[in-house]
């Protein structure tokens, strides 16, 4: 196994550990320059990111590494490497946020279509609408989970701006919305190769309108925004509670949408459940079609995984993907990861994979002891930021609406994840008497049948329980 493999099979696990930003910040054009008696040497970019990583991150990269190579990792050095990365084989990466660059470093996947506050070069495989050549139509795998919005883009990408406009697509961390909305942004790019496109996250139009503002580029920022055929702005609820940039975007899809131009957004929940969003913007997000992606199926998961083997011609047998499918079930990026350490530690040992290898990688991921350590404390923290409230008012005596659901999911998850006992639950709740907690659990476990939103808020917590640290 290269250096470069190494170090793409620990970015897959350190990835689902850390938060976006935080990976996206710290992990940028980092690579492994020397691997020598089990001491493994990793470049950074500057003298601040290599206090941070020995700081901050040390002991989760000294254990993905040793996850990678069976515990033949011992020790870990950092060093600054302003200068040219040597040459080497590039690699497909397994993340969807970093790229590969010679030497074995990654760069981070900045969408930085029409950028007019920064000049820096669009990364490769990014093309200058921000839009990355491996997010098409062809390479999404379509299920139960997520064919209706895997439709709905179709029929997007088909007629923009005559049907499903805006059209919003919500779901869990790692499903595929952003390959959504790229592949739209594909499509109508090959039918008609001179319209104008941009795709953007939300906090990059955050920081764009804020660097407007801030230097006096109003013109410029409304002609950036407003001048195109095709706006795609990723994970939208990154606005909520920014009165000015929701002022912003609110005139710029008015312009948008009275021109017939076609809008695609996406967000981790419906536009009605994201918190401090003007009404308004609420009733233009739910003006044409909302489509939401859930976890994907054992069949999906299986798929998925085939098309992955598929691309890195590497041959597991079907009794294998089945394996890796029925214990990694979250999302698309987590079964990737688990993929991808499979794929490396067997490259590095040089041994075939077998069903009992494979289960030790699994058992042995920082996922798994993740999910082992999770504290009952840890879940209430997690529903209260999810529901931008205080732990006191989840545990109090209050019954408001808007804090008794998120106390009654508090209640299921604890029952469901933790195995606690209804007494335990009750008393860990703000001492509630354990026939309250029986009837929460009993609600919410019937309710998220039918309430399609409860149950995608439900998997989103899943999914930040277990990949945030």
Not at 129 to 158: P, T
Not at 284 to 309: H, N, Y
Not at 329 to 335: D, G
Request: proline share 4%; glycine share 6%.
């Amino acid at each position: 196994m290269t250096n470069e493999e190494l170090w793409q099979s620990a970015l897959g696990e350190l990835e689902l550990l850390i938060s976006k930003a935080n990976f996206t910040t710290w992990f940028k054009n980092t690579f492994i320059s020397a691997l020598a008696e089990g001491m493994v040497v990793i470049c950074v970019p500057n003298t601040f990111t290599k206090v941070w990583l020995e700081k901050k991150y040390h002991t989760a990269i000294l254990h993905a590494l040793k996850n990678s190579t069976d515990n033949a990792v011992i020790g870990v050095e950092y060093k600054v490497n302003t200068g040219q990365q040597p040459e080497a084989r590039a690699a497909k990466t397994n993340s969807a946020l970093l790229e590969t660059v010679p030497g074995g470093g990654v760069s981070v996947k900045e969408p930085a279509a029409h950028n007019f506050l920064t000049n820096n070069p669009l990364p490769r495989s990014v093309n200058k609408y921000g839009l990355n050549d491996r997010y098409q139509f062809e390479s999404f795998i379509v299920g139960k989970g997520n064919e209706l919005a895997h439709a709905a883009a179709k029929a997007v990408a088909e007629r923009p701006g005559t049907v499903y406009n805006p059209l919003f697509i919500y779901g869990g961390v790692g499903l595929g919305k952003t390959h959504l909305l790229q592949a739209v942004g594909h499509h109508i790019l090959a039918q008609k190769p001179s319209i104008k496109i941009l795709y953007a996250s939300a906090e990059k139009f955050t920081n764009d309108y804020i660097q407007a503002v801030k230097n006096g580029q109003a013109k410029q920022f409304n002609d950036t925004y407003r001048m195109v055929d095709l706006l795609l702005i990723d994970d939208i609820q990154f606005i909520a509670g920014k009165e000015g940039t929701q002022e912003a975007l609110f005139h710029t899809f008015n312009t948008l949408h009275q021109n017939n131009c076609q809008v695609v957004l996406s967000s981790d929940r419906p536009p009605n459940a994201i918190p401090s969003l003007e009404k308004r913007l609420q009733s233009r997000f739910e003006w044409g079609m909302i489509a939401d992606i859930s976890q994907p199926d054992f069949e999906t998961r299986v798929a998925i995984l085939e098309a992955k083997c598929k691309e890195r011609l590497y041959d597991l047998a079907p009794e294998m993907l089945a394996l890796i499918a029925e214990n990694v079930h979250n999302n698309v990026r987590e079964l990737e990861g688990a993929l991808n350490r499979i794929v490396a530690h067997h490259q590095f040992h040089q041994i075939p994979p077998t069903s009992q290898t494979i289960k030790e990688v699994l058992n042995s991921s920082t996922y798994a002891r993740r999910r082992a350590s999770l504290s009952s404390q840890e879940l209430v923290d997690h529903i209260a930021d999810f529901f931008h409230i205080t732990v006191d008012d989840l545990v109090g005596k209050s019954r408001k609406k808007e804090l008794v659901l998120p106390r009654q999911i508090a209640m299921y998850l604890m029952r469901e994840e933790l195995s606690s006992s209804y007494p335990n639950i009750g008393q860990e709740l703000g001492n509630r008497d354990h026939t309250t907690a029986m009837h929460a659990y009993t609600k919410i476990h019937t309710a998220i049948e039918s309430d399609s939103g409860l149950r995608q808020n439900v998997d989103l917590i899943r999914q930040r329980l277990y990949s945030e640290v």
